[in-house]
């Protein structure tokens, strides 16, 4: 069982003082407010050199806000923004060593494929054969080669989202920043742009600050990820940190289905929550109330390798096939109006029909007990 | 539910009705063109002389052609003293700077909207209390003004159309002010400027009520006009009137192509 | 600079060359009618003479009253000679819109002056008008009454300024909710009926909007009824107009500058609340 004490996630977020030298980019304080309308609160962050690090949250949570204090398009109403150890916050945007990708590409429309991506060295006064050359390279780069004369108008979604990259790339910039690009891209090519924009950051090795609203596409291609909502990070972690031992209820929600239950810890730190009580429990845990959480593939419905594991008498309410994986709605015996969800492998030789009464049996080793702290 | 029928009766009155308008409408012109061809003699018209000697004479008369030449050197330059403020203004109103922008539209819109009556004579007074004679450049003056409205609604409203990414694009991109506008702005905005040009260049030669207050004995075409036609009327004029009618004609189908395919683009 | 400081530079400078051009004359006018023409020289002090002798004199008054009078005819007629041309043009196939719209506008561009110059010639004795109805027998000889007088004027203008009325009629016309109409037939509506109960009410507003310009249009010429108006046809605007140049009292005619503004300002306010009450409720 991992147990999280919201005020824990706390100490993880403050800079471990050994890597601070992997820091290129920290956030101190940094708020943002229109008039009374508070959009950011006071948030530090520290993003390492070379990591592809992503903002996620749903609409309104501040990251997009963070993203656009950074690149110097908003000003930040308190704080400071330090690169490399020095105050950033006073440069504007374009004097500033980061790049951005744009939602909405932002493709200078009266451009070719090439003008468009060599204006950055162009606005440095590079020579028209030193811009273009480059230019050509970047586009090898991101295997566009030969689109430098294409006129804007004459790209498909994917492509003019590899021309604003490039455009970002060509400055050789510290950090890219990437505010929510594929979001406008279908299912499939979203797939694909994903895995290659995650080997594209590898092959410059450059610091990816990402912007999304989708916890898969998270998930698949970050080296950490900041868990935002209302304006605040709720957890930073890499994806497997949050998905196994998220740190609110918030983050337990968010990723993937989770079965949440009120608990309540006692002063032996024993928890005790709908189908039974849990001992030894946590050590250090504060008494009161907290929130179970299981992972719904953490249920097995037939006695497995678990070292301990907690049994529950259900019925079988629901059954859905969903593929890959089967799904399960228990009610359980002792509470029938409380629901527990079930997952496994479809390929199982075992499958459970509806009204059929099974033993789910809980890994206690893997689930979390979230204290949710005064905040 | 209404019958075909009834639909074509409908369509066909109003078809009626829109093309005696429109006769209506142009007969002013048609007949100028007319009487600029064919001589006329106590209102009698002599259909069997038809000559092109109005035209040729036109520009006999100093007074006219002093005019045509000041009509045009107002319009150039009202036209280009409106586009260098119109789009400064429009820049500044759908910029990040932009503040209190409705005190802005509301004076640029006031000199179009105001009665021309109005616009002229206070322009006259104003000048005339800070001691500027009437003149070619008090004309400039209100031309400028009467046409700032057309540039700055088209070039604003086509800024206005421009994603907000784009700039923010540009910036991130290294591009200082200047660059930005240079290279990204002004190829974007040129071509409204420039149908916007035009359309204030019609507007400004066919001015005549702001005018009359402001001239001075430097006539424009359309003032001089009115002078002479006070008097009498000579077969020049209409030569003159058609050719006027003409290029008039020729601007209005540019522009409206050039509006045209701008919408279409967009 | 700092943003802050950039932004409200160039906004004092953009203000301040504005008012400078647009505001101060207003200002200078409206100084210049509260002064009056002491012999024949412009007294500065302040008086409201100007305007007392407006209100009070019944030749004034008449004056005003016989242009509102006019104007508001110029304003009904080409409204209502507007209104089935945007209706005809409305119905149109969208490809066709674009050229019957041109067709209609290209005569707002051509020469203002050779209209009424070419009005006067088609109105007069000798002139085609005249020549038209003798033909058609409806006259037995050519009549003088067309030309010089309030009548002449009040032709004039309307040819001149429907081009103006017609566009935001068309407009509001344009800016219908295609649906409406259809809810309306699906609901079994005629023709007249959707017409009666559903477009005319909608595009009321912006038909009266059009109009109101055109009375704005139609005061403040002082021209047009100097070539055709004759004796008889004394405007506000061309009392205005003597004022600067013959009669030569220049606060008189600022004074009467005001009243055309007043009169504007009011048709102008009128129109944005007719407007604003139109609104989708």
Redesign the interface.
Known sequence: MTFFNAADGEERRAPRLADIDRTILALRNISKSYGSHVVLRSTDLEVERGEFITLLGPSGSGKTTILKIIGGFTEPSSGSLLFQGKEIGTQPAHKRPFNTVFQDYALFPHMTVLQNVGIGLRFRGEPRKVWSQKAERTLDLVGLSGFGARPISKLSGGQKQRVALARALICQPSIVLLDEPLAALDADLRRQMQVFLKDIQRKVDTTFLFVTHDQEEAMTISDRIVLMDVGRIQQIGTPEDIYYRPNSEFAARFFGENNLFEARIGSDGAVEFAFGRVSPGVSGASVGKALVAIRPENIELEPGSAERSLSVQCTVVDTYFIGAIRKYILAPEKDASLRLLAKSTSNRALHFDSGSKVEAFIDLARINVIREGAS | MTSIWSQRLLDAVLFVFAAVLLVVLYSPLALSLVYSLIPVENGILDWAHPSVGPYLRMWDDPLIASAVRTTLLVGSVSVILAVILGVACALFVTSRLAVHTWLIEALVFMPFLLPPIVTGLSLLIYFDAVGIPRGTWTIICGHTLFVLAVIYKLVSDRLRALPRSLFEAAADLGGNGVQVFTIIVWPLIQPVVITAAILAFALSFDETLITAFLAGTNMTLPVRLWAMMRVGFSPSINALVTIVIMASAAIAVIVSARIRREQSEQ | MS?RA???T??SA??G???L??????G??LV?SFASLKNGVIDHAFSVQNYVDIVSSPTYLGVIWQTIVLCAGVMATTMM?GY??A???W?RSPRWR?F?L??????????????I??????L?????LNSLLVFLGILDSPTPIFLFNRLSIFVTMS?IL??FALFPIYMSLAQLPKNLIHAA?DL?A??LTTFRFVILPLTLPGTLAGGLFTF??A?????TP??VGGPNGFTV?RM??SQ?GLAFN?PF??AL?AV??LL?LTA?AAASLINQRGEPR
């Open positions: 943003l950039l932004r409200w160039t906004f953009l203000v060359l504005l008012s051009l647009i505001l101060a004359p207003i200078s006018f210049l000679l089935p041309v209706y005809f043009i119905r674009s019957w041109l067709l209609f506008s290209l005569p707002l561009l051509m020469s203002y002056i050779v209209k110059y070419t009005m006067r010639s088609i007069g004795v000798n002139g085609p040819v429907l081009p037939a079994g005629t023709h704005i249009l005061f403040g010429d002082y021209i100097e070539m605007g205005i107009w600067f220049w005619g600022a500058g055309v503004l504007a102008i």
